[in-house]
């Protein structure tokens, strides 16, 4: 990882605020993700492939369901630019508008597997 790569990633709008919510929630399946940006899943998708590649997100499959959250073991600068960015982020209307979509979603995986 390196600023050049990791900047790169945030420059894209879908990549960027998925991970603002990834941050915010921990841990989302692709169905929220989808539901909460208002994108279709492939979209979505390649994406998360993109993070997960770079290794900025990592991944857990239940069943057929693919589970993403931030990874934990990223750089220290890599962390610190991802808090300020969400720091910055909460006072945007796109961002606020994405996690209040994501809190209205009906059935979210509550055993993390989406219904």
């Known amino acids: 990882m390196t600023p050049e790569i990791l900047l790169k990633l945030l420059s894209d709008q879908t990549r960027l605020r998925s991970l603002m919510l990834l941050m915010q ?3 989302l399946c692709v169905c929220e993700l989808t ?3 208002d994108l279709i899943q492939p979209k979505i998708s390649r994406h998360l492939a993109a ?3 770079t290794q900025v997100v990592i991944d857990r499959r239940a069943g057929q369901w693919i589970y ?7 750089p220290g600068w890599a962390k610190e630019i991802l808090q300020a ?10 961002y ?3 996690i209040k979509k ?6 979210r995986p509550e ?3 989406c219904v």
């Open 96 to 98: 606020k508008q994405d």
């Open 51 to 53: 993070l997960r590649d």
């Open 102 to 107: 994501l809190k209205s979603m009906k059935n």
């Open 35 to 37: 539901y909460a940006l």
């Open 68 to 74: 993403y959250r931030v990874n934990s073991k990223l």
């Open 25 to 27: 929630a921990g841990e």
């Open 111 to 113: 055993n993390r597997i």
């Open 85 to 94: 960015t969400l720091a910055g982020s909460l006072k945007e209307a796109q």
